[in-house]
């Protein structure tokens, strides 16, 4: 099996579209874990992990936007500039796996998959991220509530690698919290971003649809009311509103019922962190 390991985007995206059956590989922590169950049987793999540009990120406050790489591991999102920028993102990638999964799994990776259990995609969702896709003859940028399309499928085009995602940073609270059958290494049951902007919040739901959940109804009643005036009760009124707009299922981590219970307490959570009561 050969496997191309291209030093620059444009080496990747020639090679893609004279090999437009081959497999992408950056951190390989789901493909890996796909070939090795033998439910993946790639032919040709194209590893990203060379490409500089794939690995740079950069917080600019003039234009007020934060540019992540789609290679750029995790463990980077943790901690420092990125972290102090995107507080949402970092909570985000402190829960994703083990130390050895936040080393190599990436953003790329995780739109890649776009798993409705991505802990990366609530974020990229309430913060209103751009996704940057390259082939070898175009580049173009679409909002990621328009990349993610169904569970496990996004629209990326078959000659298109992700480059990266454009974030623009908020000038209130955010944070991220999930809900798994434990408390370390767990793929989330139930996960929440809730992020306030101009006053404004935003709330996005993970694992409990087929896509990540924008949850613009509870958005549009909770900033009716307005934000000083959320205490304890509104603020669980506001968890209920965003059970309501939940779809989950029944399946093998956990029941829709508990799921949909989850999102609540999680936004009710989130809101009264926001506001600090
Ligand atoms: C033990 C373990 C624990 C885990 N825990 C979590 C968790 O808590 N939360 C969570 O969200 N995930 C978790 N994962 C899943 C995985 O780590 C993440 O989804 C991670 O973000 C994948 O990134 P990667 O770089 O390793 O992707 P890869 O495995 O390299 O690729 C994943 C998919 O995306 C495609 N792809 C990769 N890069 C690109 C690109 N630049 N352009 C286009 N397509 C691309 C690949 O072809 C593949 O289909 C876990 C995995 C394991 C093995």
Not at 75 to 86: I, K, N, R, Y
Not at 244 to 269: C, F, K, M, N, Q
Request: proline share 5%; with cysteine.
């Amino acid at each position: 099996m050969p496997v191309f390991i291209p030093s620059s985007i444009a080496e990747a995206t020639l090679l893609l579209s004279k090999h437009p059956d081959a497999h992408l590989l950056t951190g390989g922590t789901d493909m890996m874990v796909e070939v090795n169950f033998n439910h993946r049987h790639p032919k040709t793999v194209i590893s990203l992990r060379k490409i500089p540009e794939f690995q740079q990120w950069n917080v600019d406050q003039v234009t007020g936007l934060v540019h992540i790489g789609s290679s750029v591991p995790y463990a980077t999102m943790e901690h420092g500039d990125l972290a102090q920028a995107l507080p949402a993102l970092a909570e985000a990638a402190r829960t994703v796996g083990s130390p050895q999964i936040r080393a190599a799994g990436s953003l790329g990776g995780n739109l890649g998959t776009c798993s409705p259990a991505g802990d990366s995609l609530p974020v990229l969702s309430a913060l209103e991220a751009m996704v940057h896709l390259q082939s070898d003859s175009f580049s173009r940028s679409i909002p990621f509530a328009e990349f993610m399309v169904g569970p496990k499928r996004n629209s990326r085009q078959a000659n298109e690698i992700i480059a990266g995602v454009s974030i623009p940073i908020t000038n209130g609270w955010q944070g991220y919290a999930k809900v798994g059958v434990r408390n370390a290494m767990v793929i989330s049951v139930a996960s929440v971003c809730l992020a306030i902007h101009d006053d404004k919040v935003r709330v996005s739901l993970g694992s409990v649809g087929p896509t990540i959940i924008r949850c613009t109804e509870s958005e549009n009643w909770i900033n009716s009311i307005g934000l000083a005036n959320v205490d304890n009760a509104l603020a669980k009124e506001f968890g209920a509103h965003v059970r309501a707009e939940s779809r989950p299922i029944d399946d093998h981590r956990s029941t829709a019922e508990y799921r949909r219970h989850a999102v609540g307490v999680l936004a009710t959570r989130l809101l009264l962190r926001g506001v600090q009561k």
